[in-house]
C-alpha cells in the first residue's frame, strides 16, 4: 500500500526557515517523482514544487523561487522541502504527492495527509 | 499566463447527473493532459481522473472526463450521483514548466 507521510510542519516567525519531509513507503521510491502542494486556510490547492526521480529536473512556482528548495534521499524513501524567509502568505497545509512516472510531467496518483506550517509572530 | 477557470459552486440531486466545467486562458487545455480530484471536507485531495478521462483504479464508472477543444475546456461529470460526491473538485494540468490547479468547485448534493 501506497504512503506518504508529510512531517516537520510547525509555528514559525516571518523571516525564519523550516524543513518539512515527506516519508515514502510501499513503492519504489526512485522510480517516481514527487511534487509538493500546499493548502492556505479555506482555500484552493496550490503547486509549490516537483523534482523528477534522479533531482535532475526540479521547478518551482514563481511564489516560492528563490526561497525554497526542494530535495529528496532516494536511500531513505524521503523528500523534502526546505523552506527560507518564510512569509505569512506560506501558511498552508503542506501536502507532498507521488507522480505516476519519473518525469514531473505526468499526472499524480498518490497524495499525503499534509503537515501545516503557520508563519506568524 | 496560463489559467484555469472552475465554477465557484454547483448543486445538485442525488440520482442526478452534474458536470464540472474547467476552462483553460492564455494556453490550448489540448496541449497536455488534465486531471481531477476529489476534496471531501476535512481530506486530503484523491485523483478521480487523469489523462482528461481516465479513471484510476478504485474510482467508480460514474465518475467521467472529456475535453473540448472548441471552447478549451475540460469538464468532469458525475452519474448518479452520491451525497459522499459531495467535496471540492479541482482540476489540474501542466503547461510545461509548472503544474497549474483551477480555483476548485464546491459540489453539494441536496
Known amino acids: 500500500e501506497v504512503q506518504l507521510v508529510e512531517s516537520g510542519g510547525g509555528l514559525v516567525q516571518p523571516g525564519r526557515s523550516l524543513r518539512v519531509s515527506c516519508a515514502a513507503s510501499?513503492?519504489?521510491?526512485?522510480?517516481?517523482?514527487m511534487h509538493w502542494v500546499r493548502q492556505g486556510p479555506g482555500k484552493g490547492l496550490e503547486w509549490v514544487s516537483s523534482?523528477?526521480?534522479?533531482?535532475?529536473?526540479?521547478v518551482y512556482a514563481d511564489s516560492v523561487k528563490g526561497r525554497f528548495t526542494i530535495s529528496r534521499d532516494n536511500t531513505k524513501n524521503s523528500m523534502y522541502l526546505q523552506m527560507n524567509n518564510l512569509r505569512p502568505e506560506d501558511t498552508a497545509l503542506y501536502y507532498c504527492?507521488?507522480?505516476?512516472?519519473?518525469?514531473?510531467?505526468?499526472?499524480?496518483?498518490?497524495w499525503g495527509q499534509g503537515t501545516p506550517v503557520t508563519v506568524s509572530s | 499566463n496560463f489559467m484555469l477557470t472552475q465554477p465557484h459552486s454547483v448543486s445538485e440531486s442525488p440520482g442526478k447527473t452534474v458536470t464540472i466545467s474547467c476552462t483553460g486562458t492564455?494556453?490550448?487545455?489540448?496541449?497536455?493532459?488534465v486531471q481531477w480530484n476529489q476534496q471531501r471536507p476535512g481530506s486530503a485531495p484523491t485523483t478521480v481522473i487523469y489523462?482528461?478521462?481516465?479513471?484510476p483504479s478504485g474510482v467508480p464508472d460514474r465518475f467521467s472526463g472529456s475535453l473540448d477543444i472548441s471552447s478549451n475546456s475540460a469538464s468532469l461529470t458525475i452519474s448518479g450521483l452520491k451525497t459522499e460526491d459531495e467535496a471540492d473538485y479541482y482540476c489540474?494540468?501542466?503547461?510545461?514548466?509548472?503544474?497549474?490547479f483551477g480555483g476548485g468547485t464546491k459540489l453539494t448534493v441536496l
Open positions: 504527492a507521488k507522480g505516476s512516472t519519473g518525469y514531473i510531467s505526468t499526472w499524480w496518483g498518490y
Open positions: 510501499g513503492f519504489t521510491f526512485d522510480d517516481y517523482a
Open positions: 523534482i523528477s526521480w534522479n533531482s535532475n529536473k526540479i
Open positions: 492564455g494556453y490550448s487545455i489540448a496541449s497536455n493532459y
Open positions: 489523462e482528461d478521462n481516465r479513471r
Open positions: 489540474q494540468t501542466f503547461d510545461g514548466n509548472n503544474w497549474l
